[in-house]
C-alpha cells in the first residue's frame, strides 16, 4: 500500500496521477490523507482509499497511516514558526509506530546551510528522519517550481519592472510535475535504504535571464532591477505585505544569491529515467497564466 500525504494539494494531486498512470498502480494500493476528505470525492470514485489526517495529532495520524507499507510525507504548508516542524515530527513517529517502512520527504535544497527562514522546518524533520526507527527513507531535496513564478511575476509584468535582491545566483527551477514523477518513483521503488537526493531542473538561470525568458515568451518587456535586500524589504513592506511575509520572501532572494538553489539534472534522471522539462518548453505551454487575471 502507497501512501501520500496532503492529497488534496497541487503536488499531490500530480503524484497520484503519476501512481496510476506513469508506474500502472491500482487504485485499490493507494491511501491518500487530507485535512478535507471531501475534496477528494473524485479519487475516492476511483477506489482509492481517503482518510482523514490531522498532522497536530500523532495519534491521529497513527490511524491514517495504518496499512500503508511506503509513505510520502509531503511538506506541510503551516507558516507559524515551529508549527510545520512540530507536524513533520508527529508524522514521522506516527510513521514509525504504524509500521511504515519507508518514508518520502519533500525537502529543500541546502537546508542545513539555507538562508530561507523555513529551511531549519526541513532540516528538523531530515534529523527526525534520520534518528527514527524507521527502516528505510529518501529525502528528496526539492528546488524551487516553475509555477512559483506566478506569484510574483505576473504583476512585475504589468509594471514592466521587477525588483530583485538575487544578484547573479543562479536557480535550478523544476517542473511541479516533474517533482511529482520523481516523488512517484521514488514511492514505487524497490529501494530499502536510506538516502538524500536533490532535484533540480535541466539548466541554471539567473534573474535576470528568467526575466528575459519570460519576456519574450509573452511579449511584454521586463526589467529587472538589482536592489540591496533592505530596499526590497523596504518596498515589499510599502506595498502592504504583511512583514513576517516580506522578509520570507526576501530571504528567497538572499538564498538565490548565496547559491542556494543552483543544482543539476543528475539526480532526477537517475530516479526517474527520463530529463525533466525545460524551462523554455514549460514556458510555451504556460506563457498565457502570466498575463491571465489570477495567474497563480
Known sequence: MFLVTGAS??????????????YKIPATSIIATTRDPGKLAALAAKGINIRDANFDDEAHL?????????LLLISTNAMEPGV???????AVKAAEKAGVGHVVYTSMPNPETSAVLFAPDHVGTEKALASSGIKGWTVLRNNWYFENLFFSLPQAL???????AAGQGKIAQI????LARAAAAALVSDFAGKQTLT????????????????SKAVGKPLTVVHVP??????????AGLPEALARMFASFDVNTAQGGLSGSP???KTLTGVEPQSFEAWLSKNAGAFTASGAH
Do not use: W
Not at 510545520?84 to 508527529?90: A, E, F, G, P, T
Open 199 to 214: 532535484l533540480s531542473g535541466a539548466k541554471e538561470y539567473t534573474t535576470d535571464q528568467i526575466a528575459a525568458l519570460v
Open 62 to 70: 497513527i490511524k491514517a497511516f495504518a496499512g500503508a507499507s511506503r
Open 84 to 90: 510545520r516542524l512540530k507536524q513533520h515530527q508527529n
Open 266 to 268: 543528475a539526480a532526477f
Open 229 to 238: 535586500v533592505e530596499g526590497l524589504l523596504q518596498g515589499m513592506l510599502g
Open 175 to 178: 517542473a511541479r510535475d516533474d
Open 9 to 22: 494539494g497541487h503536488l499531490g494531486q500530480a503524484v497520484i496521477n503519476h501512481l496510476i498512470t506513469t
Open 158 to 164: 504589468a509594471a514592466g519592472t521587477q525588483y530583485s
